[in-house]
């Protein structure tokens, strides 16, 4: 079954610092998503992209985050210098135009996740 | 202001029986709810959904109910299994948006 992967699994890294996470999503979808949760905390949307642009985006994403499709595979989510409370599990999903219920819902194909912790 | 709440963080329930997992959400400005399984160190699955102009929908196991004059959302699952054993998030789709609004996700056991 198809899969969406995201490396790395999990990312230690000093206050100040950029990380870079990134996804490969299903081959033949066309929306991406990322998404995190803070320990203990619910699963938060961060941003959606489509077309090679952001089509929504929430108020955690401010200027600090960026996400890229640099090659056509990969959808990465970058955050320029990262604070204590970046640290989180990371998901990132993906979903293809026809990926709906019988409900009509969208349904998304998440990825384990990439945890990040910032010291 | 747009939440969707699960109040019970656990539950428990025995091989056979039936789990019922509630979530609540305050306002009715979503046109979709989804239920999503999540097993450690796996992303989140989608499980079963339902359209707010429906009250219930059923998938094997698994029923979805909506009350919608309640703003409350169930899933039942019967009879229930082991591999059951896993986090289970409700979710809700706002109005003309392209993202999820997640609960904070019941972890539910079924033991022998």
């Known amino acids: 079954e198809p899969e969406v992967t995201q490396t790395p699994s999990h990312q230690v890294t000093q206050m100040g610092q950029e990380v870079i996470l990134r996804c490969v999503p299903i081959s033949n979808h066309l929306y991406f998503y990322w998404y995190r949760q803070i320990l203990g905390q619910k699963v938060e949307f961060l941003v959606s992209f489509y077309n090679n642009e952001i089509s929504e985006k929430s108020e955690i994403f401010d200027d600090q985050f960026s996400v890229e499709r640099p090659d056509g595979s990969n959808f990465t989510l970058k955050i320029r210098s990262t604070k204590l409370e970046d640290s989180a599990m990371y998901f990132c999903?993906?979903?293809?135009?026809?990926?709906?219920?019988?409900?009509?819902?969208?349904?998304?194909?998440f990825g384990a996740g990439s945890r990040l912790t910032v010291l | 202001d747009q939440q969707v709440k699960q109040n019970s963080p656990s539950l428990s329930v025995q091989e056979g029986r039936i789990s019922i997992l509630n979530c609540d959400y305050t306002?009715?400005?979503?046109?979709?709810f989804l239920w999503y399984k999540k097993y450690p160190a796996e992303g989140p699955t989608f499980l079963i959904s339902?359209?707010?102009?429906?009250d219930k929908n059923e998938d094997g196991r698994f029923t979805v109910f909506l009350n919608k004059s309640a703003k409350h959302l169930s899933l039942h699952i019967v009879p229930s299994q082991p591999g059951d054993s896993a986090v289970y998030f409700c979710a809700a789709r706002p109005l003309n948006t392209d993202k999820l609004i997640f609960g904070t996700g019941t972890r539910l056991q079924v033991f022998p």
């Open positions: 999903a993906s979903r293809g135009r026809g990926s709906r219920t019988e409900t009509g819902a969208n349904v998304l194909t």
């Open positions: 306002n009715s400005m979503f046109d979709y």
């Open positions: 339902i359209s707010s102009i429906k």
